[in-house]
């Protein structure tokens, strides 16, 4: 099961905590084939002056780690990626 941490803006991940959760975890789902009911995300909403990032950034910036067990392809993982990054720019 990946565990996944979404960092970001506070005010941002109050927002849009479900949007963003429910999106990671659908590309999860379908990169991975993982069951639905597998779901496992923290987020760590920051101040402003804790979350330095590049100038070319908007309150929207997110930084997402996701660790797995190895053994997943490339291929998959640049896949999930790929999805997360498609799904996340809709907002």
């Given amino acids: ?3 996944t941490k979404i960092y970001g803006h506070r ?20 990169a991975l084939s993982y069951p639905p009911d597998k779901r496992f995300q923290r987020f760590i909403s920051l101040e402003d002056e804790d979350f330095i990032y590049p100038g070319d950034r908007t309150n929207q910036y997110l ?7 190895a053994g997943r392809s490339i291929e998959a993982k640049k896949n999930l990626m790929r999805l997360i990054y498609q799904k996340l720019m809709m907002l």
């Fill in 1 to 3: 099961m990946p565990q």
């Fill in 11 to 30: 005010e941002f991940i109050q927002q849009y905590r479900q949007t963003i959760s429910d999106s990671i975890h659908a590309c999860t789902i379908e």
């Fill in 63 to 69: 930084v997402i780690e996701i660790s797995l067990f």
